[in-house]
């Protein structure tokens, strides 16, 4: 019986950490996590995937990650992106917070691949203005 509930907690412990890594890449994966694999992905052109700031308007006015949507964190339950649940979906916000929330809200819905980049102050390169 022991055995049964250390095993138990690893299997929940591993569950834990995939889901805290920020989604459900498979493993061995690449990582957008990382600024410049992310970069990578908005440059090309061959795996679909969406970028969602979940930001306020105004602070997505004032500079986002290139090729981003913004859904407001508070928003995107009644307005998730219009894509299929198995789409890679990847969220940021300002400091990481709201992009959590955003991952848990769009994990509860059914979205199966959903990465959670952190806060935009990662993003060492240049910010989209719209200017």
Same mark, same amino acid.
């Given at each position: 019986?022991?055995?049964?509930?250390?095993?138990?907690?690893?299997?929940?412990?591993?569950? !834990? $950490? $995939?889901?805290? !890594?920020?989604?459900?890449?498979?493993?061995?994966?690449?990582?957008?996590?990382?600024?410049?694999?992310?970069?990578?992905?908005?440059?090309?052109? /061959?795996?679909?995937? %969406?970028?969602?700031?979940?930001?306020?308007?105004?602070?997505?006015?004032?500079? &986002?990650?290139?090729?981003?949507?913004? %859904?407001?964190?508070?928003? %995107?339950?009644?307005?998730?992106?219009?894509?299929?649940?198995?789409?890679?979906?990847?969220?940021?916000?300002?400091?990481?917070?709201?992009?959590?929330? !955003?991952?848990?809200? $769009? /994990?509860?819905?059914?979205?199966?691949?959903?990465?959670?980049?952190?806060?935009? &102050?990662?993003?060492?390169?240049?910010?989209?203005?719209?200017?």
């Amino acid at each position: 019986m022991r055995i049964i509930v250390i095993i138990a907690v690893l299997v929940l412990a591993s569950a !834990a $950490l $995939l889901l805290y !890594a920020g989604g459900s890449r498979e493993s061995g994966g690449p990582d957008y996590r990382d600024p410049e694999t992310l970069r990578m992905l908005i440059e090309g052109q /061959n795996n679909p995937h %969406i970028l969602i700031d979940v930001r306020t308007p105004e602070e997505f006015r004032g500079g &986002h990650i290139p090729g981003a949507v913004n %859904i407001p964190v508070d928003r %995107i339950a009644s307005a998730p992106p219009d894509v299929p649940a198995d789409s890679l979906v990847i969220v940021y916000c300002r400091s990481g917070a709201r992009s959590a929330q !955003a991952r848990r809200t $769009l /994990n509860n819905m059914g979205f199966e691949q959903i990465v959670d980049f952190g806060g935009i &102050h990662r993003w060492p390169f240049s910010l989209d203005t719209g200017r």
